[in-house]
């Protein structure tokens, strides 16, 4: 359907109205849109301007805090208390430039200490109630705690109160400092921020306090905007971001930029008011409203608006470009290393951080490799944050310390933190540096004091009232109690009940006298374990000698005590039987001998062997011998009296240490013997050994003393011969010591010393004494011994025999003396005149209990050629006796090969007719004692008819020795008695001298 003609002008008119007003809308639209982006980008530069004048505003601010709490730690460890002195250091330390209206020193209970407001000027007298304050208190780790706006009441203005703690190097809170910062300082600068009609410039703190504003608003400082959607609603998800609000915290619709930093609990953020965005578009649409409704002046408005469009174009960039100056100057002059990097190479350095590298000029960094200037050992965290940042798009990097290594090669510690930029089309990372090398020392220094506060030796640390302030692990650990149990206590909490409030005075005089105290005492664990510390307690003194504190340091020493009191166990007992041993004994001695004198009292010393202990080892064993030592060593305990010693010496050998006897020496000498008679009758009772009976009795010798004419040595070894005193007695005796006794000692040892040398030497004898028959034939000879010596002439066998027999030299004796009678019966063999001879040997005890004494005769016989039948080998009854079935053995084994055997001294011992009979003996040999007295006592008389009669029925042989008179000789042979040795037929004499014809007559 064609169009009326009419209506083309309208249709045109229409179209071209729908036209234009389709280009007007969309250029509307798309003009908003600029203005509301270049508000947005105006706003993002404008708060990064102010993120980074509030960094470095609080910066010095922080500064100015560390060094006025480093003065203050200072002065107090130089126990300065002048405040007048400190309030004109602290004065000193105020920023010229009014940053800082003024410091507080507050207490631990929130007092105000010290002030330095001006003079007259009220200041607060508690802050406790201060939310910048009990943070401290309550143990935040945040350097610095900013506080709600307080308004000064003298002049009425508004100040931010921002503190941190003042500890110790010990980590003790002393106290707060406060810094009052001027709100003004910032505003100065906010005002000459041109912010448009309507604009905000705001800072925040992170707790919601409002801060500075401009323009000036006291409607919104001082209050909590948390219910804001800025802090509600943005900041949670996004820490920067810009935000176009319709209803804003004053009611007026912005764009607006925010920014939380990461190192301050601060929010910063800058909003431009809708109506100043776009008060030119509306101009425009207003126009392009007017020329929508005059359509002749279309062109000319289309015209107009692109005019008009290209001018705002010019003034946006015109702010813009003086938007990105300002920033450029901030940048350029901030303190704080910036710099930014694209593809691992610098592409801008500000002057600060071509300072903080080293470098000369900025031509020395650009396009470097930046991990040229990272420190080997750092390079993966730098890396890692690289590409967290680049190819994870990670955004903003996180705070990160890291070591770099500067044009010099010194080596700085860092933290860096940063965030990406747009950069020539692309992304560069921008990041800020801050050299932290000297924190980082005082923070080494803090550490290492902390390290060596946690030591292996307890420590406590009490105020002057003896109040404990501070205890670390191993206190602890070694006590059972926590810190927070003993910290406010007295170290009445872990004392031990062993020590009388006398030495806590005592102690506590020492300490106050000397200012230390050394030493051990015992402690209470928590667990009421009682155990033994060494203790050292130190005064601590301020500069005017008033005491502060005390520090002590303690180690348990009950490991070391046990080790202890075993060592002296060991050293100074006998591991057997638990009694002193020599050592501890000899101490003691000599410590009786020093409280006779002191008190004029007798002492006494028993030396004590147990009889025959030597057989019970040998037949039973040691592990016998060790019981019956044990059970003499409590028998003896019990006995004596309770200060009574008794000691093992060793062996079978003891001794009883007698104090505070009587001032009589011979009432002393009677108690002494009564204490002797007690022990050995408890001695002589049976013992059970392995379930079986043992009887055992002890020698006992004894010696008194009084004063210190002997030494203790001199003591024991008098006490010794006494004991000897007593064996040679008869064993199972007691005996005081005499100094005859000594003398005794002396000959024998002297004696026994050339005994030694006898046998090597050859001075050594041999003696034959005949043996006749009844019709006055020879039968035979007995060797005897006698001993050459070279000074003290011929001496007898009843000398020296028994001293061999004690020393044990017997066997070497009794061994040569074997060999050389079968030396001489080889000789007699070959001579006619005495080949049937017979030789008698004595064998002692010791010779004869030898395990290889069967040998030893055969080897005598083998050696020499001797017939076997003329060797006679004579035994006393108690060495036949003692190891019956061993004896038989012995003597069966040398029956076989002709060896005769003879009983000597028969009648003397504790004979068993029982044994005798199982004994294959030849003959047996009558004592002389009985022969002595034939004829005169009658009891000797029929022991010797019986003897006889004994060995004829035994079917042996009977010969009396020590025949001296022809009557002894008939009263023999008329009771069958034929064969005879002594005087009335020959002496004992050499070999030489050994004549059978005489006896023969």
């Known amino acids: 359907m064609k169009l009326p003609q009419r209506y083309v002008p309208a249709l045109l008119a229409v179209l071209t109205g729908v036209v234009l007003f389709a280009a007007i809308g969309y250029k509307l639209v798309r003009e908003r849109n600029v203005a509301i982006e270049v508000a947005r980008t105006q706003t ?13 505003t609080l910066h010095r601010v922080g500064n100015h805090l560390s060094q006025a709490s480093e003065t203050l730690e200072e002065q107090r460890v130089a126990n300065i208390t002048d405040k007048a002195l400190l309030r004109n250091k602290l004065i000193a330390i105020l920023p010229a430039d009014r ?24 200041a607060p007298k508690n802050l406790a109630d201060r939310d910048y304050f009990f943070p401290h208190i309550e143990g935040s780790d945040r350097e610095l705690v900013f506080g709600a706006l307080e308004k000064n009441p003298a002049d009425g203005n508004w100040t931010l109160p921002v503190s941190r703690s003042l500890t110790s190097a010990n980590g003790k809170l002393n106290g707060v400092l406060v810094a009052l910062v001027e709100p003004r300082y910032f505003q100065s600068f906010y005002d000459s921020i041109d912010s448009g009609e309507k ?17 000036h608003n006291a409607a919104l400082l001082n209050r909590n905007w948390l219910k804001s959607p800025l802090f509600r609603v943005y900041m949670p998800k996004w820490p920067t971001g810009t935000v176009h609000e319709v209803e804003t915290i004053d009611g007026v619709e912005r764009i607006y930029s925010y920014r939380v930093m990461n190192d301050y609990p601060v929010v910063l953020s800058y909003g431009l008011s809708m109506d100043a965005v776009l008060s030119g578009w509306r101009r425009v649409a207003w126009m392009d409203g007017i020329l929508l409704l005059v359509g002749l002046m279309a062109l000319t408005g289309a015209s107009l608006v692109l005019t008009r469009h290209d001018k705002r174009r010019r003034a946006t960039e015109k702010i813009l470009d003086e938007s990105q100056e300002r920033y450029r100057v901030l940048i350029e002059s901030s303190p704080v290393g910036i710099a930014a990097h694209k593809d691992g190479r610098f592409v801008y350095v500000n002057p600060a951080c071509i300072k903080m590298l080293g470098a000369t000029c900025e031509a020395d960094l650009l396009k470097k490799p930046i991990l040229d200037f ?17 190819i994870d798009n990670g955004g903003a990097i996180d705070k990160l310390e890291v070591k770099l290594v500067c044009f010099d090669g010194r080596a700085i510690d860092v933290e860096v933190e940063g965030t990406l930029i747009p950069f020539e089309g692309s992304k560069a990372s921008q990041i800020s540096i801050i050299d932290i090398t000297d924190r980082k020392r005082a923070e080494e220094s803090l550490r290492v004091a902390a390290i060596a506060f946690e030591a292996q030796e307890g420590i406590i640390v009490t105020d002057a009232d003896k109040i404990i302030l501070r205890v670390n692990s191993a206190f602890t650990r070694i006590t059972g109690y926590s810190a927070n149990e003993a910290i406010g206590n007295t170290s009445r909490l872990f004392r031990s009940s062993r020590h009388t409030p006398e030495f806590f005075d005592n102690l506590l005089k020492v300490i ?82 020093t409280s006779s004198a002191r008190h004029d009292r007798y002492g006494a010393l028993l030396f004590l062997d147990l009889d025959h202990f030597k057989i019970l080892n040998d037949t039973q064993g040691h592990d016998a011998g060790d019981a ?45 013997q009564v204490i002797s008679n007690k022990i050995s009758l408890a001695l002589s009772q049976p013992y059970t050994l392995d379930e079986h009976q043992h009887h055992s009795t002890a020698s006992v010798g004894a010696v008194q003393f009084k004063g210190q004419q002997q030494s203790a040595a001199n003591l024991l070894k008098q006490a010794d011969i006494a004991m000897y005193a007593a064996k040679t007695a008869g064993r199972n005796t007691y005996r005081l010591f005499d100094p005859k006794m000594q003398a005794c000692i002396s000959e024998r040892a002297a004696l026994d010393a050339d005994l030694r040398l006898a046998l090597s030497e050859q001075q050594l004898r041999l003696y034959f004494q005949k043996q006749v028959s009844h019709d006055g034939h020879t039968v035979g000879a007995e060797v005897l011994l006698r001993w050459q010596h070279p000074q003290r002439g011929l001496v007898l066998p009843d000398q020296f025999i028994p001293l061999a027999e004690d020393s044990g030299q017997i066997v070497a004796i009794g061994a040569w003396l074997l060999l050389e009678a079968c030396q001489q019966l080889k000789l007699w063999q070959s001579d006619p005149q005495h080949s049937t001879l017979t030789l008698a040997v004595n064998v002692s005890a010791g010779q004869f209990r030898q395990s290889d004494f069967v040998e030893q005769v055969k080897h005598a016989l083998q050696t020499t050629g001797a017939h076997a039948d003329h060797l006679k080998l004579e035994l006393t009854e108690s060495t036949a006796l003692d190891n019956v079935d061993d004896t038989i053995s012995k003597m069966n084994a040398l029956k076989t090969l002709g060896v005769r055997f003879a009983i000597d001294d028969f009648g003397t011992g504790q004979s068993s007719l029982s044994y005798l009979t199982q004994l294959p003996l030849d003959q047996i040999k009558i004592d002389q004692s009985f022969v002595r007295h034939i004829g005169r006592r009658p009891q000797d008389t029929l022991i010797v008819q019986t003897i006889i009669g004994m060995a004829h029925n035994l079917g042996m042989e009977v ?5 001296e008179t022809q009557a002894q000789c008939d009263f023999l042979v008329k009771h069958d008695c034929l064969l005879f040795q002594g005087y009335l037929f020959g002496r004992p004499v050499p070999l030489e001298d050994f004549n059978l014809n005489a006896a023969d007559k």
């Open 199 to 215: 604009g905000l410039l705001s800072l925040f703190l992170t707790s919601g306090w409002a801060a500075v504003t401009t323009p």
């Open 374 to 390: 990272v420190h080997p050992s750092f390079h993966r965290a730098v890396v890692k944050q690289i590409k967290k940042r680049f």
């Open 959 to 963: 010969i009396a020795e020590g025949v």
């Open 628 to 672: 019956l030592l044990q059970q003499v060593a409590r028998r003896l305990t019990s006995v004596v009296r309770e200060d009574d010693t008794v000691a093992r010496l060793g062996g079978d050998e003891f001794v009883v240490l007698l104090e505070n006897l009587s001032v009589n020496a011979l009432d002393a000498a009677e108690q002494t």
């Open 512 to 593: 106050t006298d000397s200012g230390i105290w050394q030493g051990e005492l015992w402690n209470q664990r928590k667990n009421g374990e009682e155990y033994p510390t060494r203790l050292s307690i130190t005064v601590v003194k301020d500069i005017h000698g008033q005491l502060t504190h005390y520090v002590a340091t303690m180690v348990d020493i009950t490991q070391d005590r046990a080790a202890a009191d075993v060592i002296k166990k060991l050293a100074f007992y006998d591991s057997l039987t638990e009694l002193p041993n020599r050592r501890l004994l000899m101490d003691r001695l000599q410590e009786a001998v």
């Open 44 to 56: 993002q530069n404008l708060v990064g301007v102010l993120e980074e004048h509030a960094r470095q």
């Open 99 to 122: 940053l800082i209206r003024a410091f507080l020193v507050l207490d631990q209970k929130g007092n105000v200490q010290l002030s330095t407001l001006e003079l007259g000027e009220p």
